[in-house]
C-alpha cells in the first residue's frame, strides 16, 4: 500500500511538473489543465499505467500549436523516470472539442473521460465546452484503437490493411494463444492486452468510461464469462479475488453519490428524471446492467429513499 501511494504522488508529480512547463509556454492561451486517466478516477498502477493530462487551450487554434504540445511534452518526458516517460497528453479548444473546427488531439473515449471524471488542475473549468461523444463514436474509436495498439496496425492504412487481410497484424492474437510470450512482454503489455477488451464491452453496453475495476466487474457479473479469473486478477492488480457481489435494493429505492464507500450495487430501473440526476450528482453514476435487464448497476453508490 505504502508503495502504491508513492508510485500515485510520482504520477501526481509529472502532472504537476507537466501543467507547470505547459504554462510557460501557452501563458494566457491554457484555459485549463486536467488529470485523465487513473489519476483521475482511480486504480493508478505505477507498474502499468499512464500519466495522462487533458489540456483545453483557447480559440482559435494557432499552427504552432501542434509543434508547442510536442515539444513540451519531448521535454517532460525526458525527465528520467518511468512515469516521465509515459505522460499522454490530450488537448484541444472548445470549438474543436465541440466538433466545429478540426484539429488537437483529444479522442472521443478521452474526452468522455474529460467529461465523466476528469480533474481541474489550473486554470478554470472549461467541460461545459466539450460535446459529450455518441455510442456509435465511441464503439468506432474503441475498434480503431485495438486496431491500432492491439494489433500493431499504427496508422490509417495499416488499419485499413489489418481489415481487409487480419493475419497481416496478429501479434495481439499470437500473445494470447501463448501465455509464455505475452508474459515475457511484461506487465504493462499484460494488461492492456486482457483488459482492454473488457473495458471496450462495457463502453459498448453502457456508454460510460470502463475504469479497469467498473469494467471488470461488469464483465464478471455475466454467467460463464470467459477467462474470469484472469481478467479478475488483472483488474485486482494480481489479486485473483472477484469483486464483491452486487445486493438489491428495495423498489422505492433510487441512487445517490456517496463517495464513503467504493462497494459497487445495483438498484431497480429509475424513472428517467431519477437516472439523470443520479448520474449528474456526481460519480460513476448508473448505468443498464446487462446482466440483469430492467436494472441498474450502480458504482460508488448509496441507496435512499425518494
Avoid at 44 to 55: A, C, E, Q, R
Avoid at 177 to 187: E, T, Y
Wanted: hydrophobic share 40%; proline share 8%.
Amino acid at each position: 500500500m505504502r508503495d502504491q501511494q508513492a508510485g500515485t504522488d510520482q504520477g501526481e508529480a509529472v502532472l504537476a511538473q507537466a501543467v507547470a512547463a505547459y504554462q510557460a509556454a501557452l501563458g494566457s492561451r491554457l484555459v485549463a489543465g486536467y488529470a485523465l486517466g487513473s489519476l483521475a478516477h482511480g486504480g493508478f498502477s505505477p507498474l502499468v499505467s499512464d500519466v495522462d493530462l487533458g489540456l483545453i487551450l483557447q480559440d482559435p487554434l494557432r499552427t504552432k500549436d501542434r509543434l508547442t504540445i510536442r515539444t513540451v511534452g519531448e521535454g517532460v518526458r525526458a525527465g528520467g523516470s518511468a512515469l516521465h516517460r509515459r505522460l499522454s497528453v490530450f488537448w484541444g479548444t472548445p470549438a474543436t472539442l465541440q466538433g466545429r473546427a478540426g484539429g488537437g488531439r483529444f479522442p472521443p473515449l478521452d474526452r468522455l473521460d474529460l467529461l465523466e471524471y476528469g480533474r481541474l488542475l489550473a486554470g478554470r473549468d472549461a467541460r461545459d465546452s466539450v460535446a459529450r461523444p455518441g455510442q456509435t463514436e465511441l464503439l468506432v474509436a474503441g475498434a480503431e484503437f485495438a486496431l491500432g495498439n492491439l494489433s500493431g496496425a499504427r496508422n490509417r492504412s495499416g488499419r485499413l490493411r489489418a481489415l481487409i487481410r487480419p493475419g497481416a497484424h496478429d501479434d495481439a492474437l499470437e500473445e494470447i494463444r501463448s501465455p509464455a510470450r505475452l508474459v515475457s512482454r511484461g506487465p504493462r503489455r499484460l494488461t492492456k492486452i486482457v483488459l482492454f477488451p473488457v473495458r471496450f464491452l462495457f463502453t459498448a453496453a453502457t456508454g460510460r468510461v470502463g475504469t479497469n475495476a467498473l469494467a471488470a466487474e461488469h464483465y464478471l457479473a455475466r454467467p460463464g464469462a470467459p477467462a474470469a479469473e484472469l481478467v479478475a486478477a488483472s483488474s485486482a492488480g494480481g489479486s485473483t479475488r472477484r469483486p464483491p457481489r452486487r445486493c438489491w435494493a428495495p423498489s422505492s429505492s433510487r441512487c445517490t453519490p456517496d463517495t464513503s464507500t467504493t462497494t459497487s450495487r445495483a438498484c431497480p430501473q429509475p424513472t428517467a428524471p431519477s437516472w439523470r440526476k443520479a448520474s449528474a450528482a456526481g460519480g460513476p453514476g448508473c448505468w443498464p446492467d446487462s446482466a440483469a435487464p430492467g436494472r441498474l448497476a450502480c458504482a460508488r453508490l448509496r441507496f435512499s429513499q425518494p
